[in-house]
């Protein structure tokens, strides 16, 4: 675990708000003695920030942005020789890059061969994005992964969603069959909630899965079921057949009844009906019924 921000604290009293500090330190969790260690790397190291992406990419951590000096570096720690690596610097979109950004999302391409990005704002533009860039490790390269189809066809621009990747391995049926046109290098990943708009958040509640093929530059997407209620900054997991989300904020326009703004919920959607075959006849009636049945907490 790297960096981050304490949140900064209310002036009571005052109706003032104090700036919290902003950490650059490294922290491993031993599942097996379930202990901490502070880890000191030796040599250069990334500046503190928080909102990044942090990735796991065979034997390395890999960050990329972040929010504080506004920040577009990527940067690998590798677990063995316990040192960091800058992999890049900023890279202005004129130069092919996203430049700088923060409260995106990332995962590891499924070959390893790099990470996928989505979302997030951009700083220099102060815009929310629904862009998809691809950085390969090898290379040190950046890719903006272009979209096809309406924009109906594909999520809004958004931040502080989560996303996690699917295995490639699970899927079958109607999903595995479109997945299957961008060939075997695809990766899959479902994502979930956000704001779609800055600088007053207003939360989503949108669910979608996305199939990219960084090396040919294609990318599909299909809606899936809502979240129970419209959430940023949760976090998101998947397990076997089942996406989990947990945690998050709701927005003063989406709270509806909930009683308070921070949420300690687990939720549970069931992607069975696009891992596996089911016959059927109708998509919408498996959405509408797992919308009802199978989001549970």
């Not at 049926?173 to 800055?198: E, I, W, Y």
């Not at 703004?261 to 089911?278: I, K, S």
């Amino acid at each position: 675990m790297f960096a981050g921000s304490d949140g900064g604290y209310s002036k009571h009293g005052n109706g003032g708000y104090e700036l919290g500090y902003d950490m650059d330190e490294l922290y491993m969790f031993d599942l097996n003695s379930l202990t901490w260690e502070h880890i000191l790397p030796k040599g250069s190291k990334p500046a503190a920030r928080y909102l990044h992406t942090a990735v796991v990419i065979k034997d390395a951590m890999v960050i990329f942005g972040g929010s504080d000096a506004a920040l577009g570096d990527v940067w690998s720690f590798n677990f063995d020789s316990r040192r960091w690596t800058q992999l890049s610097k900023m890279v202005p979109k004129a130069k092919g890059g996203p430049e700088c950004m923060y409260a995106h999302s990332a995962v590891a391409a499924s070959d390893d061969s790099g990470f996928i990005v989505f979302g997030g704002q951009y700083v220099s533009e102060h815009a929310l994005s629904n862009d998809v860039w691809y950085f390969n490790i090898d290379k040190r390269k950046w890719h903006n992964i272009l979209a096809s189809g309406p924009p109906s066809s594909r999520p809004s621009p958004r931040f502080f969603h989560g996303m996690a990747t699917v295995p490639v391995h699970s899927l079958a049926g109607p999903v595995a069959h479109n997945m299957s046109k961008l060939g075997d290098q695809v990766t899959v990943a479902v994502f979930t909630g956000g704001s779609t708009r800055s600088p007053l958040l207003l939360c989503t509640a949108e669910t979608w899965l996305m199939a990219v093929n960084p090396h040919t530059k294609e990318q599909l997407w299909q809606r899936l079921p809502d979240l129970p209620y419209g959430a940023y900054y949760h976090k998101l997991d998947v397990h076997g057949n089942f996406a989990y989300v947990t945690g998050g904020h709701l927005c003063s326009e989406t709270k509806g009844n909930m009683p308070n703004y921070y949420l300690n919920h687990v939720l549970r959607l069931d992607l069975t009906l696009w891992l596996h075959d089911h016959k059927t006849s109708s998509s919408k009636s498996y959405s509408t019924e797992l919308r009802r049945a199978n989001l549970s907490r």
